[in-house]
């Protein structure tokens, strides 16, 4: 049974930092693209980041600088540091697995940014 159990989420202050964790099981985590993604209240889904398998990575304009995407393909889990934050960030943060046609996504977390 394929899953992506995400964790790390919850209530930051503006400029405080979080890391967001996805542990993947049952597919071959090593062979994925992995990815980073927010959606706000009223907005769509949005791209923040990607690691290839080999870790290549890329950033949305939105984030580059301060969020950092990583990964542990012996642990099979995908990282998201984010820091400097801000209240815009303020979201549920996704992670999928992608290789060619077929995609995975987690539960969703809660990140918000608030005083």
């Known amino acids: 049974q394929v899953q992506l159990v995400q964790s790390g989420g919850g209530l930051v202050q503006p400029g405080g930092s979080l890391r967001l964790s996805c542990a993947a099981s049952?597919?071959?985590?090593?062979?994925?693209?992995m990815h980073w993604y927010r959606q706000a209240p009223g907005k769509e889904r949005e791209l923040l980041a990607s690691i290839s398998s080999g870790g290549t990575t890329n950033y949305a304009d939105s984030v580059k600088g301060r969020f950092t995407i990583s990964r542990d393909n012996v642990k099979t889990t995908v990282y998201l540091q984010m820091n400097s934050l801000k209240p815009e960030d303020t979201a549920v943060y996704y992670c999928?697995?992608?290789?060619?046609?077929?995609?995975?996504w987690g539960q969703g977390t809660q990140v918000t940014v608030s005083l």
């Open positions: 999928r697995a992608s290789r060619g046609a077929t995609t995975y």
């Open positions: 049952g597919f071959t985590f090593s062979w994925n693209f």
